[in-house]
């Protein structure tokens, strides 16, 4: 049983700060803010994610206009996304964090799909202005990272971080991740090794 809780946390990039940092600090920031409505026996999972091209951190657009820009700065090449997630278990305000990095290669699609993608409103919030899983835009060429942490959560760290705090889920985390999102992971056991970040 899961309940939902959107804290109003502030997103604003502090000055010299990383994107890994970013990230990890607007999660976990979000996981105690979500402690205040709380029980003992409950734990959180909190995340956040960035868009990261060169050295821009791009968040969710303002407008119309920026999600057009974003879209159009990251097209035909590979930019990373980060996200971040943070567990804390409510008992003894234990929390664990993680962070996935991936590598996106967009594809080079034209000024006019774009448009007409920002035109139906998804991409205004969404980090980068756009969804990995949208079913007509599909703006991503091909994957060889972690595609749930581009949606937004990434299960395998997310399992990591359970794993921390003695937390063992009732199902296949790995193998349900891939079945929903049919995609053939290539790095959910180096991730769950503790091999790399995503």
């Given at each position: 049983?899961f309940s939902?809780?959107?804290?109003?946390?502030d997103?604003?990039?502090?000055?010299?700060?990383t994107?890994d940092?970013y990230?990890?600090?607007?999660?976990?920031?979000?996981?105690?803010?979500?402690?205040?409505?709380a029980?003992?026996e409950?734990?959180?999972?909190?995340?956040?994610?960035?868009v990261v091209?060169?050295?821009?951190?791009?968040?969710k657009?303002?407008?119309?206009?920026e999600?057009e820009?974003?879209l159009?700065?990251?097209?035909g090449h590979?930019?990373q996304?980060y996200?971040?997630?943070?567990v804390?278990?409510?008992?003894?305000?234990?929390?664990?964090?993680?962070l996935?990095?991936?590598?996106?290669?967009?594809r080079?699609?034209?000024?006019?799909?774009?448009?007409?993608?920002?035109?139906?409103g998804?991409?205004l919030?969404k980090a980068g202005a756009y969804a990995?899983?949208?079913p007509?835009?599909?703006?991503?060429?091909?994957m060889?990272g972690?595609?749930?942490?581009?949606m937004?959560?990434p299960l395998c760290?997310?399992?990591?971080?359970f794993?921390?705090?003695?937390i063992?889920p009732?199902?296949?985390?790995p193998?349900n991740?891939q079945?929903?999102l049919?995609?053939?992971?290539?790095?959910?056991?180096?991730?769950?090794?503790?091999e790399?970040?995503?």
């Amino acid at each position: 049983m899961f309940s939902v809780s959107v804290p109003q946390v502030d997103e604003i990039l502090r000055p010299g700060e990383t994107a890994d940092q970013y990230v990890r600090r607007l999660a976990e920031t979000k996981a105690r803010a979500a402690a205040a409505s709380a029980h003992p026996e409950h734990v959180i999972v909190a995340a956040d994610t960035a868009v990261v091209d060169g050295e821009a951190i791009l968040g969710k657009p303002k407008d119309m206009a920026e999600a057009e820009m974003m879209l159009r700065q990251l097209r035909g090449h590979v930019h990373q996304v980060y996200s971040g997630i943070a567990v804390l278990r409510m008992h003894d305000r234990r929390l664990v964090s993680d962070l996935c990095v991936t590598n996106v290669p967009m594809r080079a699609y034209g000024d006019d799909e774009a448009r007409t993608y920002v035109l139906s409103g998804d991409p205004l919030d969404k980090a980068g202005a756009y969804a990995i899983q949208h079913p007509f835009f599909q703006p991503v060429e091909s994957m060889s990272g972690c595609y749930a942490s581009v949606m937004g959560l990434p299960l395998c760290h997310l399992l990591r971080a359970f794993r921390q705090l003695e937390i063992t889920p009732s199902v296949d985390v790995p193998s349900n991740c891939q079945t929903f999102l049919r995609y053939q992971c290539p790095v959910s056991r180096a991730i769950l090794r503790g091999e790399q970040a995503g």
